[in-house]
């Protein structure tokens, strides 16, 4: 089995959402796609143009040499090096020569795919219209706080184009409008389908599911050691922490989930790889793991969270907290510092209740704030465990820092999550469905690579 089409099978789909959403996210955090029209044109003139012509004398100085022709079209040095320029500032990154040469490479077959996937739109008689392109480029433009015409200022200033931005906006238009007349219509889920993942998903109650993200990247017999090397290299940038790990999965990643991060959704580990699987049962939440050899390539994989299947999970209860916060003076010594945090220690533990606080805050110099809305899973992960085992009223033990002073969270209420419920059989049958466009998808843009003539330069 392909690992790509495997895993596409069994993660969450995100196809068919609206083009400016997903243009707004391919913007905000990877780089914008960039291809430029078909070059080809009809001979209507009377002059006999040749259709692939070439000029020779002075260039005009923005357009330079073909990086690669794919079918007649051309994608040219500049369409990369504007998506290279892109995914550096879309990233806060400083690309070293080496990080720019990877980049350039993942950035050209992206292109590739990109001009494959409009040629075909137009074999299909999809037609984008100029208006259309236009509104999706100005709904962009808003969400960055920007007017349409400092967002083509902006694109210009950080070495991209309008003209790019509106052929990523065409080539998602197209492409999400043909897999609609072309694949949506001949895709079926029957009813005893739909009942027997029902029948699972009830038996598998109480085990084990990960939310895992994954950057996968492709490799062959021929150049396996480099990119087992290139992912050792790109993991351990990734724990650096400098950026969150959905921008690598966006920059580098050649699986379908690239546009969503390298979200897998919530998956069984009996539904992975083997190989993945393994690694997925020895982690901890937060953690990488790899590069992990599977079919077709390696994976980096990063598990963000961790369930039962149709169980409650207690930290999803919400919590009604008071948190005291005592500051610390400028110039504030280690010892001094020391000193206050262990008094406002035994100040916490003196508490009866949450009805004591303003009181006892005062008491110590401290600020109360209260948050009647925080789920357990969105504190720190130290603080997690301790405020499972906090009974109400009783406070944790003081955290922080000398600059930042020291705090203290005192539970005053819970509501536990209620059980978990089985998805409904239209929601089943849905993602089912979506789950084959995008499955179907993938296989058709393998033929389109396979039947492509592409000549590079």
């Not at 596409?8 to 196809?15: E, F, I, P």
């Not at 997903?22 to 209507?44: C, E």
């Not at 059980?419 to 998808?441: K, Y």
Request: aromatic share 4%.
């Amino acid at each position: 089995m392909k690992h790509d089409v495997g895993l596409k099978t069994r993660v969450k789909t995100r196809a068919g959402k609206l083009v400016g959403a997903a243009v707004l996210a391919a913007l905000a955090t990877t780089a914008i796609a960039q291809t430029v029209p078909d070059q080809s044109v009809p001979d209507n003139t009377g002059l006999d143009i040749p259709a692939n012509l070439q000029i020779f004398g002075k260039l005009d100085p923005n357009v330079r040499k073909p990086t690669a022709i794919v079918n007649d079209s051309v994608i040219t040095g500049t369409d990369v090096d504007q998506r290279v320029a892109l995914v550096a500032v879309a990233n806060n990154a400083k690309l070293s020569p080496e990080d720019r040469d990877r980049v350039k490479l993942q950035v050209l077959r992206q292109l590739i795919d990109e001009t494959l996937q409009i040629q075909e739109a137009k074999t299909a008689e999809v037609v984008i219209t100029p208006a259309e392109i236009t509104q999706s480029f100005d709904a962009v433009s808003k969400k960055f706080n920007r007017t349409p015409t400092a967002m083509r200022a902006f694109l210009r200033e950080e070495g991209s184009s309008e003209r790019s931005l509106k052929r990523q906006i065409e080539g998602e238009l197209a492409w999400q409008r043909y897999l609609r007349k072309r694949v949506e219509p001949f895709v079926n889920v029957g009813d005893e389908e739909v009942k027997g993942i029902l029948d699972r998903l009830q038996a598998a109650k109480g085990t084990d599911e990960f939310n895992l993200h994954e950057i996968f990247l492709r490799s062959d017999a021929a150049n396996g050691q480099q990119v087992f090397s290139n992912a050792r290299a790109l993991l351990g940038e990734i724990q650096k922490g400098q950026q969150p790990f959905e921008g690598f999965a966006r920059q580098y990643s050649d699986a379908s989930t690239k546009g969503v991060g390298g979200d897998l959704g919530w998956v069984r580990a009996s539904t992975l790889p083997p190989e993945l699987a393994q690694a997925v049962n020895s982690m901890q939440v937060g953690q990488v793991a790899g590069p992990i050899e599977v079919a077709g390539g390696y994976s980096i994989i990063y598990l963000t969270d961790k369930r039962q299947v149709l169980t409650a999970d207690p930290r999803d209860a919400r919590l009604s907290l008071k948190q005291l916060t005592l500051r610390f003076p400028p110039n504030t010594n280690a010892a001094q510092a020391t000193a206050r945090a262990t008094a406002f220690g035994e100040a916490t533990k003196a508490l009866r209740g949450c009805g004591t606080v303003e009181k006892v805050a005062a008491s110590i110099g401290a600020d109360v704030v209260d948050n009647d809305t925080v789920r357990v899973r969105d504190l720190p992960p130290q603080l997690q465990e301790i405020m499972l085992r906090l009974q109400v009223g009783e406070s944790t033990p003081p955290f922080g820092s000398a600059e930042q002073g020291v705090r203290a969270l005192v539970l005053c209420g819970r509501d536990d999550a209620a059980a978990g419920s089985l998805p409904s059989s239209d929601q089943i049958q849905g993602q089912l469905e979506q789950q084959r466009v995008n499955l179907r998808a993938q296989q058709k843009l393998r033929d389109l690579r396979r039947d492509a003539v592409v000549e590079y330069r």
